[in-house]
């Protein structure tokens, strides 16, 4: 039995849509959490909302 492994996707900017270092995979649940762009024109700090609703 191969380990599943869950499929990965990268934050991106809502500003700019540039691609951030953080990875979620599909079952990701994530408030609270600040990242800053590393886009040349960009650099806004923007919180990782996914799936919040889900959050208990
Ligand atoms: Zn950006």
């Keep these: 039995m191969k380990p599943i492994k869950p499929k990965k996707h990268k934050i991106l900017c809502p500003h700019c849509s ?3 270092p953080i990875m ?3 079952n990701a649940v ?3 959490i600040y990242v800053k762009c590393k886009g040349a024109h960009c650099k806004k700090e923007f ?3 996914i799936n919040e609703n889900e959050i208990k």
Excluded: F, L, R
């Design 18 to 20: 540039c691609p951030t």
């Design 47 to 49: 919180e990782i909302k």
């Design 24 to 26: 979620a995979d599909e």
């Design 30 to 32: 994530c408030k609270g």
